[in-house]
């Protein structure tokens, strides 16, 4: 499915959520109609980034189990006119999903959304397998550090097995800092160690962590004009070509 975007990393801890979040933001602001989607059961946390946490009262597994109907559990995100959003379940022995529950689901999401960004949890298992088979696009977040970019790009041969061929990666929490004193490897050594092709480098700002800490999209902020600018051009390259 061509909408279906899923973002997805190697490790907990890597950004992937805020990654999400400003990625749906930015289509948002780019005149897209975008749904998030929280599969980190369990572990949800979307809600917290988005300032939504007082506003969730049905879930996705809610959806699926037949306690609401759909449009109950799709939230419009304040301050956007066509960003939406559905909590994932704080349970995770919620883990009921097959690739054929994702499927169904997002057919029926599809006709009323341009994007739906699928925020799925850290690492393999039945849940990844669940959300990769509606996906037509997969986004790996990752860090620049070694056992990060391995852990990568064994998310991206499961995902390959699946049949998610539109695989990329982006390196976030790049300190330029710690590249220049050798800590960290470079980009161009980042690129050179992975098989999976990198479509974007997020440097290290506290711009980020203050804007999850307020529940408010780095990409709706205007003050932060270079960060908006990198969301918006990593977008640009996963977008398909029109």
Excluded: W
């Amino acid at each position: 499915m061509d909408k279906v975007i899923l973002v997805t990393s190697g490790k907990g801890g890597t950004g992937k959520t805020m990654f999400s979040v400003n990625l749906g933001a930015t289509l948002a602001d780019m005149g897209r109609r975008v749904l998030l989607i929280d599969m980190d059961l369990g572990m949800r946390n979307m809600d917290l980034y988005l300032g939504m946490e007082n506003r969730v009262v049905f879930n996705i597994m809610d959806v699926m189990t037949g306690v609401c109907r759909l449009n109950k559990a799709i939230l419009r995100v304040h301050g956007f006119e066509s960003l939406y959003f559905m909590a994932a379940s704080p349970r995770r022995g919620d883990i009921r999903l097959t690739g054929k529950n994702m499927i169904a689901l997002c057919e029926i999401l599809e006709k009323y959304f341009d994007h739906i960004i699928i925020d799925t949890g850290a690492g393999m298992g039945e849940l990844l397998d669940a959300c990769a088979a509606p996906a037509g696009t997969a986004v790996i977040v990752t860090e620049p550090e070694i056992a990060a970019l391995r852990d990568a790009d064994t998310v991206n041969a499961r995902l390959n097995e699946l049949g998610v061929m539109d695989t990329c990666m982006v390196i976030n929490r790049v300190d330029l800092e710690l590249v220049r004193a050798g800590v960290l490897m470079d980009v161009e050594s980042i690129i050179d160690s992975t098989m999976t092709p990198v479509i974007g480098i997020i440097q290290e700002d506290r711009a980020i962590r203050i804007s999850t800490s307020r529940g408010t999209p780095i990409a709706g902020e205007g003050e932060n004009e270079g960060l908006r600018r990198e969301f918006r051009t990593i977008a640009g390259r996963i977008l398909p070509a029109e």
